[in-house]
């Protein structure tokens, strides 16, 4: 039985957690699998984010405070030990620095594999030059979530032989279902075209752009809007300025999410920065098309078939798009987004791909 230790900055809800708390629930039969966050305590986190909650007794919150603290290296150090590590994987830099030295200078060093989810953070020169030393330092297996994101890797942080290994998603719980009822159960006005939108409301997921879009389509087009965060009054503020109060709903976030995308008829995400998004994903297994921004490795969550990719800040292509989008979604939406999900991104084939590395020794 292997021992795997998942290392995550913090247990907000976020893609990459999300794909943790995944890892975990699809793990091969010979892994126990146990999740560390740097950051938080349990109660604040479950409390905060109940999907946790049948994880709690795999999750492992070091409370970190904000700064460097050397001190939290040999905390992890003890912790691996305890716990009788085999297989040390991070998620972005946080988790290698401390995670990566307390593995690699181990009396027993685990195998450690070190996971990037999107490349736009190396613009910084700081950040760059950090990961690339720490890279050189620990010297962890390399996988990107996106071609993207390798190729940036391999330009930026001179990296050589990572593994590209997809996010997925469980498309056995996102899947097609009853649009009327599903409108029902959220509160959405039936027979009115719906654009959607889910993820954090913080300016860099665009949702302020998608209402300039929403302003230029058909006065009887409805947005919904799934998540929480610092921008939800500006945007309740410009809808309102834009006169879309009655036409924006702002569902906060939703434990529910495949009830979310199944009430949709297009789905759309505007970001200015991605790595592997997992919400298009979701909604294309739900049988949703999607129009995706060209940022990151977005486009490679989108079927080839049926999906959109647009340039991002762009609101009058966004709104063009979308009409068309919405002018074909009932003759197009059952012919391909699903399938392609369920060959090229179900979670299953993520965690059989990283059992492998596992059972590979990185």
Wanted: with cysteine.
């Amino acid at each position: 039985m292997k021992t795997i230790i998942q290392v995550v900055q913090h247990l907000r809800p976020g893609g990459i957690e999300t794909m943790v708390l995944d890892l975990v629930a699809f793990s091969a039969e010979n892994e126990q699998t146990f999740i560390v966050s740097l950051e938080g305590d349990s109660e604040t986190a479950i409390a905060s984010w109940p999907r946790l909650r049948p994880f709690a007794e795999k999750i492992i919150f070091l409370e970190k405070r904000l700064g460097w603290q050397p001190a939290l290296v040999f905390k992890v150090r003890r912790l691996l030990k305890r716990l009788n590590a085999d297989v040390v994987h991070t998620h972005h830099i946080g988790p290698l620095i401390y995670a990566g030295i307390a593995a690699r200078f181990s009396r027993q060093p685990p195998c450690l594999i070190h996971t990037e989810h999107d490349a736009w953070h190396l613009n910084d020169p700081r950040r760059r030059y950090l990961q690339r030393n720490i890279i050189r330092l620990v010297k962890p297996t390399l996988v990107a979530d996106a071609q993207t994101v390798a190729d940036a890797m391999q330009n930026k942080l001179r990296t050589q032989n990572t593994h590209i290994i997809h996010n997925g998603i469980d498309t056995e719980r996102f899947k097609p279902g009853n649009q009327h009822n599903a409108r029902q159960k959220l509160g959405i006005p039936q027979h009115v075209p719906l654009v959607g939108c889910s993820g954090r409301l913080e300016e860099v997921k665009g949702q302020a752009i998608l209402l300039d879009a929403i302003a230029k389509m058909p006065s009887n087009t409805h947005l919904a809007l799934a998540g929480i965060g610092s921008t939800e009054i500006p945007l309740r503020q410009k809808a309102s300025r834009l006169g879309l109060s009655d036409r924006v709903h702002f569902l906060g976030r939703l434990d529910d999410m495949p009830t979310f995308y199944q009430a949709l008829d297009v789905f759309c995400l505007p970001s200015f920065n991605e790595g592997f998004p997992l919400s298009p994903l979701e909604a294309q297994a739900c049988s949703i098309i999607s129009v995706v921004t060209d940022v990151g490795g977005a486009g490679e969550t989108l079927c080839v078939n049926s999906g959109r990719l647009i340039e991002p800040a762009n609101a009058g292509l966004m709104a063009e798009t979308l009409v068309d989008v919405l002018n074909h979604s009932k003759t197009d939406r059952y012919s391909s987004p699903r399938h392609f999900v369920k060959h090229h991104a179900d979670v299953r084939q993520m965690a059989k791909s990283y059992a492998q590395l596992h059972s590979a020794g990185g």
